[in-house]
């Protein structure tokens, strides 16, 4: 592939999707980036683990169960709405390929919504409390999404519309040479801030469990909504115009904007009835 480049910040990197040959394997640098982000904020999130109310062990218990669903989530979400890609000339849909997670496609937000799932599941299960470790996880979560799109940007994929601003992206794509908004990097900034938002500002005031995990999904899917919708390789839902991620990153802000204000009014409450006690 030919080199990226930032022409307006004079910049140029040339970076192949293959990192390196093992046994005659492929080694993708999409692979090792996303294991890397994964290894990072497991090691994160357990560190900060019993400061929110949870252990390291119940942690690594959880992704044990949340991380092997979360990645058939992401496969299958990217599936259902990119059927096309896997069904053969004779009309019949193509298993195989649809469960070939090795050759590419998966949706974050379709692993979310399967790992948490999981991880709740899992908790009510183990009759341990969910909010706490949903806590802890935000950490993880953030910080393998915003290394996991520097994959993507060795791909050249998940990149947006033509744009002249300074900082705008020279790719070429089967064989065109295109300028283009470097939506990767936006994503990644903005889940890098979320981050230092929550370390910084989030958690020293965090008055109930669930504060940190609602926190990121607002903030994700704020960011989510604004940056898909300059991006061009979108799913659709089923054939429509609406963005699948979009709509969805949208929906999920506004209702963990509504959960936060339920959890925070509770949270008052309780403290309000145990000052009352205390003065009695």
Known sequence: MAPIVFPGLGIEIDIQPVAFNLFGKDIYWYGIIIAAGFLLGVFVASRQAPSLGTSADELLDLLLVAVPCGLIGARAYYVLFYQELYIDPDGTFNWARAIAIWDGGLAIYGGIIAGVLAGFIFCRIKKISFWPLADAASYALLIGQLMGRWGNFVNREAFGGPCNALWRMGITVRGEYLEVHPTFLYESIWNLI???????????????????????????????????????????????????????????????????????????????????????
Do not use: H
């Not at 699948?244 to 009014?265: E, F, K, N, P, T």
């Open 194 to 280: 979320g981050l230092c938002l929550l370390y910084f500002l989030v958690r020293p005031r965090r008055k109930f469990s669930g504060q940190l995990f609602l926190s990121y999904v607002i903030w994700y899917g704020l960011g989510r909504f604004w940056i898909e919708g300059m991006r061009t390789d979108s799913l659709y839902l089923f054939g429509t115009g609406i963005r699948v991620s979009q709509a969805l990153a949208l929906a999920s802000a506004m209702v963990g904007i509504l959960l936060m204000i339920v959890l925070i009014r509770k949270a008052n409450m309780k403290s309000i009835s145990t000052s009352v006690a205390e003065e009695e």
